[in-house]
């Protein structure tokens, strides 16, 4: 009997997560606060048991790797040694140096290296200067023969210490998007690598049919074409009659040989965590160092995080349901401007137009924060802009009333409750995000980044919860508002496409964040009244997760 209402509950609230407003409700008619009822047990239920088994999937991966931190002076890096029986430790393993790309970190790459431990691999994975936990800025602009050198020494530290763990073993080198080319570069000097692995490379030159390594390209079946382009030329230096995917070309046993592959539903950041990536590594290691024949498995299977990660995640937000409940009333009334459609679209479109345009000429690199420094002010300008809006239309909150309808708990009360919520929302889901997936928090070096990160994303944050939230709201209306935002980073991207491209790699991540802290701030509305509690959490993440991904520059 209780099964029946608690399904029903959870696709009414997870269709309604992105709308941010409460049902519409006839004005005659009070809005009811949700209260904890005896099926609530069964999503809490089912959300422990999903978390704890991604954790166990994600534990899982690591079976049989002795995995440690280790730095190199400013480099730091991380050590994935094989658990090896007797008859395996009188021969050396091949060592694989694993790089990750343009804001990236170690942890991207946490899967290619448990894998290839797994099967008998030494494997070193660094984080480049001003990444990650590297506290060294990145040197050089973009394309600079600096930049190139600064990032192309950590390579070659990364290479000395595997090298120095691992005595006169072969060599193979992995690397993501920006790393790619660099890898290509350094190889072309070393003659020692032996072979390489270009998940989605970004590749400055050519490579010619000369280019001595075995070389293997993976793309993502949902890049731009023009990025895979590359590495279809690089194949048609060597290809007889055209490159085709999915074909080698040459012998990887002699060196010099060439595959294309497409993995299948992923894009720039998922091929990361991709089955068929992670395998055609491996097998491409496998074969370039004689280790067996293509046709035979690997000695262990392959195991990849977006499983584990995916239950994990969905065992959080499912948890999130019901300890939402135990929140308490922040406001006498459900807070909010409570627009209809007409006003909506004004008060949404403005903001999304007006904020890349203004932005346009303005110079912004006032942080030392790649890229970062831009979101900050786009955040900030948008934040203003619909702030803005709202006072021509008449929305904006009367901050006494406001006040008054916010006594509804004790001020302790409402501290306490906000703060466990915080902890909940940023820690609960920042904490698995820096330890499987990308740095998440950043190096107390980058404090001064991350509160002007923090005003402006909570400036955004609070005029779009203002705006979506409120009794007699339009149905539809946060989903309507992120999609304009995220077409404003692409509008921004168009007329200044030279400086923020890499922007376009970062918006899956940031639909990510939109759809995950939506569901949270849905859920905290709900039972609060207050929009501001979830505009909170969702300004604290984009303010972490920008400052802990873009790079420190010089």
């Known amino acids: 009997m209780g099964s029946a209402p608690a399904t029903f509950q959870v696709f009414r ?12 409700t006839p004005s005659s008619q009070q809005p009811v606060r949700p209260l904890w009822r005896p099926w609530h047990w069964l999503p809490l239920l089912l959300g422990l048991a999903a978390l704890i088994h991604g954790g166990l999937l994600l534990h899982g991966m690591a079976a049989g790797v ?17 658990q090896l029986d007797a008859s395996s430790q009188s021969t050396a393993q091949p060592t694989v140096v694993i790089a990750h790309g343009f804001a990236g970190s170690h942890q991207l790459m946490r899967s290619f290296a448990l894998n290839l431990a797994r099967n008998g691999y030494v494997v070193v994975s660094l984080d480049f200067p001003g990444h990650g936990d ?19 020494d ?35 000097e070393h003659p020692a690598v032996s072979a390489i692995v270009a998940v989605s490379p970004y590749l400055s030159e050519p490579v010619d049919a000369d280019f001595a390594p075995n070389l293997l390209f993976v793309y993502g079946a949902y890049e731009p074409e023009m990025i895979q382009q590359q590495g279809r030329q690089a194949m048609a230096e060597v290809a007889p009659s055209g490159a085709k995917a999915e074909t080698t070309y040459g012998d990887p046993r002699d060196g010099g040989a060439r595959r294309l592959v497409i ?17 055609e590594a491996l097998d491409w290691l496998d074969v370039s160092f004689g280790r067996r024949a293509p046709d035979q498995p690997p000695a262990r299977p392959i195991l990849t995080a977006g499983v584990g990660l995916g239950w994990l995640y969905a065992g959080l937000g499912l948890l999130a349901w019901p300890l939402s409940l135990l929140l308490p009333p922040m406001a006498s009334r459900p807070l909010g401007a409570g627009l209809r459609w007409r006003k909506l679209i004004i008060a949404g479109l403005g903001p999304a137009v007006l904020t890349p345009l203004l932005l346009w000429p303005m110079p912004s690199d006032f942080l030392p924060l ?11 300008l948008y934040g203003l802009v619909t702030w803005g809006a709202l006072a021509l239309i008449g929305a904006l909150p009367e901050w006494s009333e406001v006040a008054r309808a916010s006594r509804a708990s004790t001020p302790v009360v409402l501290m306490m409750g906000s703060a466990v919520w915080l902890i909940y929302a940023i820690g609960g889901f920042g904490w698995p995000t820096d330890a499987f997936v990308a740095s998440f ?11 002007v990160l923090l005003v402006g994303s909570f400036l955004y ?73 979830g505009a909170a959490a969702s300004a604290c993440v984009f303010a972490l997760t920008v400052t802990a991904t873009f790079p420190v520059v010089a």
């Open 13 to 24: 609230a997870a269709g309604s997560a992105f709308t941010g407003t409460l049902s519409a």
């Open 66 to 82: 002795d995995v440690s931190s280790e730095r190199l002076g400013d480099l730091p890096l991380m050590l994935y040694l094989p």
């Open 134 to 152: 590297h506290r060294a800025p990145l040197g050089g602009n973009l394309g600079s023969p600096e930049r190139l050198t600064s990032l192309l």
């Open 154 to 188: 950590a390579l070659s530290g990364a290479v000395a210490f595997a090298q120095g763990q691992n005595p006169n073993a072969g060599l193979a080198l992995l690397g993501h998007s920006m790393a790619g080319d660099v890898l290509v570069r350094y190889a072309s």
């Open 263 to 279: 993995a299948n539903g992923v894009e720039h950041i998922g091929v990361l965590f991709n089955g068929q990536s992670q395998r």
């Open 370 to 380: 790649l890229i970062g420094d831009y979101l900050a002010l786009h955040f900030l």
């Open 441 to 451: 928090f950043p190096p107390l070096e980058r404090l001064p980044s991350l509160m």
């Open 461 to 533: 944050a609070s005029a779009d919860a203002w705006l979506v939230h409120g009794q007699m709201g339009a149905r539809g209306a946060g989903l309507f508002t992120k999609v304009l935002f995220l077409l404003s980073l692409v509008l921004a991207v168009a007329l200044n496409l030279n400086e923020l491209f890499f922007l376009v790699i970062i918006v899956p991540a940031i639909l990510l964040l939109f759809f995950v802290y939506g569901w949270l701030g849905f859920l905290s509305y709900r039972r609060t009244w207050q929009p501001f509690l």
